[in-house]
């Protein structure tokens, strides 16, 4: 029952901000009887998977390390979604970026992730 799918333009040019959104459905991002969160997660060609950051069903944020000043995650509940934007892009950030619902240290529900390709 519980879909996620990302959505945002393919697209992105070098120095601009990548912005993608995470639409929700069956299940809330706020739900509190499970300790849930929601994460973008991405892999880039050929390599492996890196977290990105997450929000927490309360809306904290958290996010890593090595992108925590470029990065920024934000959830819109009256949508049931939540959204990501990457600043200051470089072709290094190309990758298919994913969203999914984090429970018990993993990330359980996966969305079908959606390639983002930052070239000028």
């Known amino acids: 029952q519980l879909q996620l799918q990302e959505s945002g333009p393919g697209l992105v040019k070098p120095s601009q901000t990548l912005s993608l959104t995470c639409t929700v459905s069956g299940g809330s991002l706020t739900t509190t009887y499970y300790n849930y969160a929601w994460s973008w997660i991405r892999q880039p060609p050929g390599k492996g998977l890196e977290w990105v950051g997450v929000?927490?069903?309360?809306?904290?944020?958290y996010y890593s390390p090595s992108l925590k000043s470029r990065t920024s995650i934000s959830r819109d509940t009256s949508k049931n979604q939540f959204s990501l934007q990457l600043s200051s892009v470089t072709p290094g950030d190309t990758a298919v970026y994913y969203c999914a619902r984090d429970w018990d240290r993993y990330h359980e529900v996966w969305g079908q992730g959606t390639l983002v390709t930052v070239s000028s």
């Open positions: 929000i927490a069903h309360d809306g904290s944020t």
